[in-house]
């Protein structure tokens, strides 16, 4: 069952413009979200997050919206540079077993052109 | 501030073998988990470990398990090894707590199983 979805594996964005890389869960029990930026050989690396209690986190380029009566989050990356290009992985953390457990989407490949 | 070390970095071995990986966290970052990523599959979790107890388990056999030391460094065993466990490892660390932080990820060990 799985309960982080990113129904989009892979998204292709002209630098410059606006890319959006879109999340959606089950779990009403989750209540805090985070973003990872993944490249080749390497670990993912932690962007952005957000609470339940927000429906917006800022971050210079990247914004992160809840929509949590959709179960959706989105992760808006503008402008787009060559250097995005990468694998992004949504994440939602809630409690399973009496403690916090961190549940990650499939990914979506991101390209940035230049 | 040292980040998440994994070590080795790449793996080879033989179907039936057994294979030990560890994961040093961050200084200060009592929780540590562990990750299995494959092609299409994302991230998934396989434990955590918590001031050297397991606290969470995700839904693999008993052919993974793992330890955390008084230091907060983990292991992973994998026994039996079967050709499907070949896969990105990826160990995180955390502040373990109950407030909303990040994990942070090490750069995995790469096992081939041939």
């Known amino acids: 069952d799985q309960q982080v979805k990113q129904n989009s594996p892979s998204l292709s964005v002209q630098e410059g413009r606006i890319s959006i890389l879109n999340c959606d869960y089950t779990n009403s029990m989750f209540d805090y979200f985070l973003w990872y930026k993944k490249y080749p050989a390497e670990g993912p690396t932690f962007l952005i997050s957000i609470s339940s209690i927000k429906d917006k986190n800022e971050d210079g380029r990247f914004t992160v919206f809840l929509n949590k009566s959709a179960k959706h989050l989105s992760l808006h990356i503008v402008p787009s540079q060559p250097g995005d290009s990468a694998v992004y992985f949504c994440?939602?953390?809630?409690?399973?077993?009496?403690?916090?457990?961190?549940?990650f989407g499939t990914g979506t490949k991101l390209q940035v052109i230049p | 501030k040292a980040g998440v070390t994994q070590t080795p970095r790449y793996l080879i071995k033989t179907r039936g073998q057994q294979v030990t990986l560890s994961c040093s966290p961050i200084?200060?970052?009592?929780?540590v988990s562990w990750y299995q990523q494959t092609p299409g599959q994302g991230l998934q979790f396989l434990f955590e470990y918590f001031s050297e107890t397991q606290r969470n388990k995700g839904n693999f056999p008993g052919r993974f398990s793992g330890r955390q030391f008084s230091n907060s460094r983990s292991e992973m065993n994998v026994s039996t090894l079967e050709l499907g466990d070949s896969a990105l490892y990826l160990c995180?660390?955390?502040?373990?707590?109950?407030?909303?932080?990040?994990?942070?990820f090490g750069n995995g060990t790469r096992l081939t199983v041939t």
């Open positions: 994440a939602a953390k809630g409690l399973s077993g009496g403690y916090q457990k961190v549940t």
């Open positions: 200084s200060g970052h009592r929780s």
């Open positions: 995180a660390s955390s502040l373990g707590g109950t407030e909303d932080s990040p994990l942070h």
